[in-house]
């Protein structure tokens, strides 16, 4: 078992990095803000980060496999249009609200995954495509903002659990370990690693490939609808936005990338990508209560994202076969 | 399958004979909605609407070919339409002409970022005009005061966007293919345009063949970047003032063009007339659909899911047995 | 013996080219067969078949007496039959566990088994001799030689009746070529029937029991390894009788003769990797480098070419002091430096794009004015190449990648001789390619040579080292520890060179 631990801590490397980030981040930002570390403001920013780190795990199950999915964002939002018809009502009919809701944020997925492994097309120009029919389907679900969610189930999970732990912390931890987890260790997971890192190896050595793709986007779908569910209990309402859409898209990639994920697929954790959500998501909140103008606000978010997708461009100094650089 | 069928399906001419078939058919079936669909006013201010079109998915073609992605359309067309517009209200009557150049330049800077983050960093194109995207909407932020910006557009501007100065073709038409003629030349006649398709193909192999892949993907940004702020000046011109968010609904039809044209979204393969025709029939989709006054959910709809159909015809992969 | 897998009758066609044209093949448990033929012969789509990655047009595979359809890999390998390719199928980013049991791995409750898995690894790892690699290592950390032997153990540990190899020790290091040679002896003992592809007739003279030639997609002969000189087996491979399999060499140049060096190199020295190298080629001359794999000859080869940084030392040419700090530079008509590299498929040719496309691709300088390519220039220049190295592309507007591997090759040294070079290097450039194709290129070599161009060669194979070269030089850990000529120049004086036995240790 010796040097075990040297390979296990090399695995997560890039998680960690990302982690101590969020954690010096976040500290700023608690010690700088008014009130500090109280329940309320921890409720507020875990509200927000929560969806986005959902959305980033939701991304970084395709962009393992080096592929991408730029639907999600609209899946996120259908799937908000959706839960504020159908979660409402009695508890029965909210929880059967729910799981509509899910299925249909998997089939969702599941049609990505059907067009990219039988139609052979490639994702970034299909989930391109679908992205754009969903976000027509959420129009058609509310052309207007409106719509309700059910209060009980909404005010509980958007406050705080006895002892002062947000409870969107708790819905976030209960999605990692029973989705992402089971996954990561499962042969299916496994599988869309191997393709990510060498597709055709993969095939010669038997991987399934469709079927882990297939699973691989479904998953997606499923993950951020979780978000678009979650949406709805923090904003009470569904609202077909484009905007949004395509903002938790993008945000969403460049957390995976944060969060130490190579958009060319192979290596990466879905945790790391929470960890580049929340980092975001915190660097908005900072900007805020560090008093810089809100003029200025946007272009600050804009150059520390850039600045922080760049970080990795420092082992280039390193690099004295330049060979390297072209893979 | 026929023999010709087989020979049809294999041959690189296969997607551009493809799309512009579909682009028959959609004015056909534009015809039997209204008469006014095949006549010569209505087909050229399509194509007057396309030039805008036309001019970004140029610049994005070029990119898509390295076997990169420009995310940075949206706000490089603001750039472009806002800066030109500011120059014209900075400079006045001098500057009547030149806020059109130093609109585009404004672009080609930020297009030049673009290409060393990418070729120089190495930071994959998808993130990196991404956050340049970010970056350039906090700048118009910043230089609008936040506002809806209030400088109008030249006259000079106006005219290039609205005229039609020579043989009653629309001034934007000629833009575009002017622009398109060189894109063309580029690509087919030129070392630059051997070298970025080769690129596209292998980058390490056409480094070890002498080439300056990074000089070449610097030069593709930078043009990729000047186009998009091209087309926001136009823009701006057409409509007398810039605003917000102007370019956001360029992006996503300027990548479909040019993979419905035959380029190949990994890169290395591609025609520009593939593009022209990939511009031709997004712009007649749009018009087909607002002309059937069909809501925005349905548009949204088939929009996508023409894309997708149009693309399982002849945009797929291989199996991996073969 | 009964055979334990035949082929009968088994034919494919890719487009217009027959690739195979109803082939037979039998292999028998306890035997190595050892598949012979030129590239384009066929032996590649056979194993694929075999190993079921392709699937034949006509014919049967018959496997312990019954027929057989194998629809995808898995097939193959859960009959029983595994395969060991010459482009590797692991997975660089996972560890090398994980590449052992990528299918099939041990699980409990739906989540693979890590424990299990680990001493099925080592298990497999032990069996192929390769006890030193650390299950949770990632597979692009360990050297090409060692991922060739986690190669061999995931093969392995599928507990396979038929083991097939193509080409599985062209990335060996010496050792470990030896291992495989003894592993490969255990497991015929053991019974397991085993087809061994090698271009190389010292392997199947030490490892063969019988050997099968194929050409153009025909069964030629089998017959009883040993049975058949290497003379007639080459005949049989080509078709066609081989005088010579080397052109004549120059006789060596007295003191007085020699001309200034075309390119002089001194005290070349690279981050710890390279040691003050010091070397001097004349014009005319071909001078090669041997030794083990990956003693530093890659990195010379890089250094001249401008693609590493750091590079101290000094590179004269006719006499003047020149510097390349990229191929661009290097290639350009003042220095004139070519560089062939050994991975032709990833970093010699665009494979998508067409022969013509690829060939003019280094000399576009050459044929543009302004920046605007000349197409008639081209053309003809493409023509005239395309000639001179009889390359046999029915149409040069085709995509390169449907080129045998051997015509490849010959794209890539004609774009570089397109630029009149007047240094070649050529990393391993008749790795994998087929007798008739190698004979080409020595003769191009030594035609180059005679026009007045400085060429180096580096090789992994010592009959190409002697038979090519005027001198070696032979590398051991970034240095040059020996330098080889005439008489002196033997396979025994190579490989105790590349070892660094010194003449005194040897006696």
Known sequence: MRGDWRFRLREQRACWTAAALFVLIFALYIAKHQTGWTVPVLTTAANKGVLLAIVAMAQTLPVLTSGIDLSVGMVFVLANCLASHLVVG??????????????????????????????????????????????????????????????????????????????????LLAVVLMVWVPYRRSAVGRAALAIGSAEAAAYMSGVNIGRTRLVTYTLAGLLASIGGLLLTFVTYSGEASAAIGGVYTLNSIAAVVIGGTSLAGGAGSAIGSVFGALVLRTIGDLLFVFDLEPLWQPLFQGLILLAAVSLGALRLLKVDNRLDLFK | MTALALRLRRSRHLPVVAAAACTLGLLLVGSLYSRNFLSADYLLLQLQIASFLGLIATGAMLVILLGGIDLSVPWLVTVGGVMSAAAAGWWGSAGEWLAIPFGILCGGLFGVVNGIGVAYLRVPSMIFTLGINAVAQGLIVVQTGGFAPQDRATPAMHLLATGRSLLGIPNPLLVWIVVGGCALFLLHRTTLGRAIYGVGNSERAAYLSGVDTRRVTLLCFAIAGACSAAAGVLLTGYSTKAYQAMGDAYQLPAIAAVVLGGTHILGGRGSYVGTVVGVILITLLQSILSVMQIPEMGRQVIYGAVIIAMLLMYGRGRRHSQ | MDPVLELVDVSKRYGGVRALDRAQFACAPGRIHALLGENGAGKSTLIKIMAGVVQPDEGRIVLDGTDRRFVHPQHAVAAGIACIFQELSLMPHLSVADNICITNPPTRLGLIDRRAQRRLAEAALARAGAQDIHPLAPVDSLSLSRRQMVEIAKALSRQPKILILDEATSALTAADVQRVYGLLKRLRDEGLAIVYISHRMNEIAELADECSVFRNGRHVATFAAGSQSDAQTVEMMIGRDIAHAFPPKPPARTAAETAPPALDVRGLSWRGRLHDIRLAVRPGEIVGLGGLDGQGQREFFLALFGVLRGVTGEVRQGGEPVSAGSP???????????????????????????????????????????????????????????????????????????????????????KWLMNAPRIVLLSDPTRGIDVGTKQEIYVLLRRLAEEGAAVLLYSTDYAELIGCCDRVAVFFDGRIVRWLAGAELTEHALVASALNLTAETLH
């Open chain 1, 90 to 171: 009695t508890p029965l009919q909210a929880a059967a609200g729910v799981l509509v809701v899910l299925a249909a944020g998997a089939l969702c997925g599941w049609i990505n995954g059907a067009i990219i492994v039988y139609g052979r097309l490639q994702p970034i120009i299909t989930t391109l495509a679908t992205g754009a029919v969903y976000f027509g389907l959420a129009l058609g679900l509310r052309p207007v903002p409106g719509g309700d969610v059910h209060a009980g189930l909404a005010d509980a999970l958007t406050g705080a659990l006895p002892g002062g732990v947000p409870a969107m912390l708790a819905v």
């Open chain 3, 328 to 414: 661009r530079q290097a290639k350009r008509r003042g220095l004139g430096i070519a560089l062939v590299p050994e991975d032709r498929k990833t970093d010699g040719l665009m494979l998508p794009m067409s022969v013509r496309d690829n060939l003019s691709f280094a000399a576009l300088e050459r044929l543009s004015r302004a920046g605007v390519v000349i197409a008639s220039a081209e053309a003809e220049a493409t023509a005239a190449m395309v000639r001179r190295l009889s390359i046999k592309a029915p149409e040069l507007g085709d995509p390169v990648a449907t080129l045998s591997g051997g015509n490849q090759q010959k794209v890539v040294i004609a």
